[in-house]
């Protein structure tokens, strides 16, 4: 007996199967994801633990009819996998033919592009609601995991589902970790039902409003088969809990399910990686001086919400900060208003936060935060064109989001030093909000002192009539680019603007007299700030030019390309200058 996983181009090619067939078509299926996530890199634990369900899920209901919503959707390769995209799991010639989530634009199985957590339930209930409007008959399945489930918007959707009426399932994939582990007192919760093979009284799925199914053996095909068949076609709101493990099956990512949720390439035997990374990092040097910090006073305190090896703390660092060290789970608006709260009772917060996540709290860090002016910082990570490149993790609209709102000083450091010197003024600061953003690219340092007035900019190359205002690792850049021009008889001036929340008008106005200024920034030129400096100078006769990235969402770009396509290269810079 043997599936050859060629044969699978949809959900129909295992419907006739026998339950041996399907065990035999899951020990298939995952040995193909292992060979090309140790090859290619990705999502591991979340994906090798749902490979029984999402089999027995499509093996139950009828997609595309049925609709099945992932929550982030990042585990949902499996699914890919049976539902036409068999030859990327397949063929390392097509490994990157699909993205890591699910895309509509691959796939009709696959109904939103979605990297965000905790959204499954509330895109379903619309789901649901629109399906009753026209009177149709489908299912409406959200598969959601239990970290993501903490989330606020999770929880808001898994309250008013149940008001429909009508049919909607929700399936809880309890694997007991977020990319680290679970915080809050739900996840206690969830202990007790698994500890009572889901018969506890306390359930507060029951008290919702919802039916509860609970499935011990999260990763057993038959029991998960039942579960399935039992809620399919209900006309009320169901909870199905499956108890699973992350990492099934592959020892490395059962043994270290945090290192394992995602990883670049790895030796399946021993899980080390094939190209181990080895160079300076921002989120190295973030966490040392914030252990520092908080080592120095109690008051000081580093806030993450469920991505704290993003930024630096993994297990290790995490026990070293103790209780000065905060996890709030994947729950970001919660995050910023806790900021908020930390502040305005005397300590002194600092949230480490990816760029893309940030988006999620952007009312709490408006209302919460700089509508107070409460002295706060914020450390964005991959706030970059260099940094992560799928169309749902952009993090490159950071500084349009953040320069956009009063009494935030958005900060953005070319190099380490600078932005050290960044994090400890605002951690003493008592002047209002701090935003520092990471640099993208190679890590960079200086030998001048750092001047710490950040409301300037800095000189680093005086010249006449060209000047190149060039912010973060776009200040290399814009030094290769004078290079180039000095060998052509011009010798343009150089600043680093350091604040991008405003425009220091002093420096600004020994320019109105030049030819021509260039504005590079590392985000989107809309709303940036060589917009802010366009405006200043507007009514000079000075020319001039915003270079940056054009607004619109891009997926899983080279960064060489976007370079060259936006003139952000030192050749196409030093032309531009020309006129």
Known sequence: MEINLKNIHSPADIKGMDLDH??????????????KLGAHGGHVGPNLGVVEATVALHYVFDAP???????VSHQSYVHKMLTGRIEAFLDPAKYDDVTGYTCPRESEYDLFEVGHTSTSISLATGLAKARDL????????????DASLGGGMALEALNYAPELHSNIIVIL????????????????HLTELRNSNGTSPNNIFKALGYEYVYVEEGNDLRELIKAFREVKDKNHAVLVHINTMKGMGLPCAESHKEEF????PFDLKTGAPLSPYTAESYDDIFSLRMLEKMHADKKVVTLSAGTPAAVGFGEERRKLAGSQFTDVGIAEQDCVAMVAGLSKGGARPVMGVVATFL???????????AINNLPSTFVVFYGSLFGMNDMTHLGFFDIAMVSSIPNIKLLAPATVEEFLAMLDKSIDNSDGPVVIRIPGGKVCHQDAPVNTDFTKYEIVEKGEEVALIAEGPFLTTAKQAAAIMREKGVIPTVINPRILS???AECLDTLKNYRHVITIEDGIVDGGFGQKVATYLGESDVKVTCLGLKKEFLDRFKVSDLLKANN???EQIAKLAQY
Not at 173 to 188: C, K, P, R, T, V
């Open 134 to 145: 026209v009177g149709g008959k489908e299912n409406v399945v959200a598969f959601i995991g």
């Open 502 to 504: 405003e425009v220091d």
């Open 261 to 264: 949720h995602f990883t670049a």
């Open 568 to 570: 952000l290269t030192p």
């Open 173 to 188: 994939n309890d694997n007991q970790m977020s990319i680290a582990e679970n915080h809050g007192e739900l996840y206690s």
């Open 65 to 71: 009819k049925d609709k099945i919503v992932y929550d």
């Open 22 to 35: 399907l065990y035999l078509l899951s020990e298939e299926l995952r040995g193909a994801l292992m060979r």
């Open 359 to 369: 988006q999620r709290a952007y009312d709490q860090l408006s209302h919460d935060i």
